[in-house]
């Protein structure tokens, strides 16, 4: 087929499309699903208790495919595409609140839905995109896929996995794509220039929100997870924060949507908030006489990319910098003394959620008002996002307006988030258990997968050739020698190594 087109003088892309812009969204895309699989799941699966490691991957995986497919089908039009009040006034209307709440629900899987040029209707009014809506809607969804990830990880260690099943299509459904609307489709928060470059709003907030909600109405875990909550595996935690922190390359890399200079800006930005923050969590860890352990450290890491999330193409180094500094002292001494409440002390959430991402997500959301710089430009000629009448930051001679907005777009999050979420959960809670039983909490993944991280039963590989020696019937790594009655095949003290290599 290449050489016909070759020959024929055809081009493999309409004029419209740009082949770099399109090569880094779908690179920048594939970065940040790597944040969720395997980053997340490995790093799920190796700071749990061994015996809930396999359970903790398997929940990840099955909400990145939930959440594709519903996405497709129906929720990047709810997300991303024609408000549902084309005409009118007030609060139904174009520009009231509830006529700019959420997108026509539609496919895009037609030929029209994956190849045309994309455009989000209620914003595409600058530089049109140079790729196709299958770019646009694949890089969405593994913004929408990630935030339910990120909220699992306040209830790992007890919920139910045909409840999450359940709870991830409706949570996408009635929550996410309705903050992803009014936030960057153009609804009533965007129209009245809220700013979120990449989701600290409609992402971690909303995550460290839900998960909240979610571990509280479903109980703690059993006291003695909770009491020996030591990681199972440390290398495999260390290896999905690091695909964490370089997928978030993808994640405020693409949000300009080219391969341009604020890409590029937001990108070292990321990076830098993020190193300052994790070096300021381990200078407060020695402050207070603390040792700095890799998953603390981990904290400070995650909390500096959340809070330049919302900023990273806003602000200029210095004001990354700061986001980093702020963003980690914030909530290191949330961890530290507002856990002690007795709001935050009654609910367990499991990883510490509502702290990483939704107070990181809060701060740094609230500290764009601040600290963004009208000089830092999306696009040439459209001045910084910052820029508009009356909306500049505090620090650069504006007002409190912007932040007034930042402020009140928050609440509406957390407020919206935190309702919905309650009544998801109370809704699947009247036909399937939200929380696995009390027999599947002593087993663990055993007892709901059939499986298990570190299987116990088999044999070491150490010297499997050696005639005569088998895998001890514990499982252990000792070997045992066989009587000879036993090796002439008269009796058996265990599997042989054969076997067991075969199984």
């Not at 190193?275 to 998953?295: H, N």
């Not at 700061?322 to 609910?347: C, D, E, K, N, Q």
Request: hydrophobic residues 50%; negative net charge.
């Amino acid at each position: 087929m290449s050489s016909i087109v070759a020959t024929a003088g055809w081009l493999p892309y309409n004029s419209w499309l740009n082949p770099g812009d399109n090569a880094w969204q779908l690179t920048a895309a594939t970065l940040v699903g790597l944040m969720s699989v395997p980053g997340l799941a490995v790093f799920y699966g190796g700071v749990m208790q061994k015996r809930w490691s396999v359970n903790s991957m398997m929940l990840t995986f099955a909400a990145f495919s939930l959440t594709l497919i519903v996405w497709v089908l129906y929720a990047f039009e709810m997300a991303f595409g024609h408000p549902i009040a084309h005409a009118g006034s007030g609060i139904f209307g174009v520009h009231g609140f509830l006529g700019t709440m959420l997108g026509e629900p539609g496919s895009i899987l037609g030929h029209t839905g994956e190849e045309h040029q994309a455009s989000i209707p209620s914003i595409t009014t600058g530089p049109p995109f140079h790729f196709p809506t299958s770019t646009l809607a694949y890089f969405q969804f593994v913004f929408a896929a990630i935030t339910p990830i990120l909220a699992l990880g306040s209830v790992l260690g007890r919920v139910n996995f045909k409840a999450w099943l359940i709870y991830v299509p409706a949570w996408i459904t009635c929550v996410y794509v309705v903050n992803a609307f009014l936030i960057w489709g153009g609804g009533y928060w965007a129209a009245h220039g809220a700013l979120d470059f990449s989701g600290g709003y409609v992402i971690h907030l909303a995550a460290g929100v839900s998960g909240f909600v979610f571990a509280w109405v479903i109980g703690p875990r059993l006291a003695r997870d909770r009491e020996v909550d030591a990681p199972n595996n440390l290398l495999m935690v260390a290896t999905g924060a690091g695909l964490l922190w370089l997928g978030w390359n993808g994640f405020n890399g693409g949000d300009p949507y080219y391969a341009g200079q604020d890409a590029a800006a937001a990108v070292l930005n990321t990076n830098l908030a993020t190193a300052v923050a994790m070096m300021v969590w381990i200078a407060w860890d020695y402050v207070y006489k603390d040792k700095p352990s890799l998953i603390g450290s981990v904290n400070g890491m995650i909390t500096g990319l959340v809070a330049i999330t919302p900023a990273a193409g806003f602000v200029n180094g210095y004001g990354a910098i700061l986001i980093g500094a702020i963003g980690s002292t914030v909530v290191w001494m949330a961890i530290r003394y507002l856990s002690r409440a007795p709001l935050f002390r009654s609910v367990d959430d499991t990883l510490g959620v509502i702290y990483t991402h939704g107070i990181a997500g809060l701060v740094g959301g609230l500290l764009v008002g601040f600290l963004a710089d009208p000089a830092i430009f999306e696009y040439i000629g459209t001045g910084g996002a910052s820029n508009l009448p009356g909306l500049k930051s505090v620090f650069y001679g504006g007002s409190f307006t912007l932040l007034r907005w930042q402020a009140e777009t928050a609440a509406w999050v957390i407020v919206y988030t935190g309702v919905v979420t309650y009544l998801i959960l109370k809704v699947i809670g009247l036909f399937i258990p939200l929380r696995v039983s009390d027999e599947e909490l002593e087993i663990g993944d055993h007892a709901i997968h059939g499986h298990e991280v570190y299987p116990a039963d088999v044999p070491t590989l150490a010297g499997p050739h050696v005639p005569g020696w088998v895998g001890s019937p514990a499982g252990s790594a000792a070997y045992v020698q066989t009587a000879p009655a036993a090796r002439e095949g008269g009796g058996s003290a265990g599997p042989s190594a054969e076997a067991a290599g075969a199984a």
